[in-house]
């Protein structure tokens, strides 16, 4: 098993920025890749931003390319997402997610992903 915590949620204003952190404990040997997942009230988890653990080769939503940059410390097994330019329509519980290997045409499905965090939640208000 892998755990996942994430840190770093809160409430800002429009056009602030936010860094979340997630830790991986456990068996991380077996993680290919860890992602950032957010979910809004009465709407579906959608991908935000994934990251190989091995080359680190970043996929982005387009929702957020240009404003937020996934990072990953594999001496830490850590992962981070910085969040610049925040807007209204980025709050959301964000959920930190890693799997063991999955296809590139899978990757923004959350159904694909082995384990998670119990999430942070991200305010940003206008």
């Known amino acids: 098993q892998v755990q996942l915590v994430e840190s770093g949620g809160g409430l800002v204003q429009a056009g602030a920025s936010l860094r979340l952190s997630c830790a991986a404990s456990?068996?991380?040997?077996?993680?290919?890749?860890m992602g950032w997942f957010r979910q809004a009230p009465g709407k579906e988890r959608e991908f935000v931003a994934r990251?190989?653990?091995?080359?680190?080769?970043?996929y982005y939503a387009d929702s957020v390319k240009g404003r937020f940059t996934i990072s990953r410390d594999t001496t830490k097994n850590t992962v981070s997402l910085q969040m610049n330019s925040l807007k209204p329509e980025d709050t959301a519980v964000y959920y930190c997610?890693?799997?063991?290997?999955?296809?590139?045409?899978?990757?923004?499905?959350?159904?694909?992903?082995?384990?998670w965090g119990q999430g942070t939640q991200v305010t940003v208000s206008s």
């Open positions: 997610a890693a799997d063991s290997f999955i296809r590139s045409s899978q990757i923004t499905n959350p159904h694909y992903y082995n384990y």
């Open positions: 990251i190989n653990w091995i080359g680190g080769t970043t």
């Open positions: 456990g068996r991380t040997f077996s993680v290919y890749a």
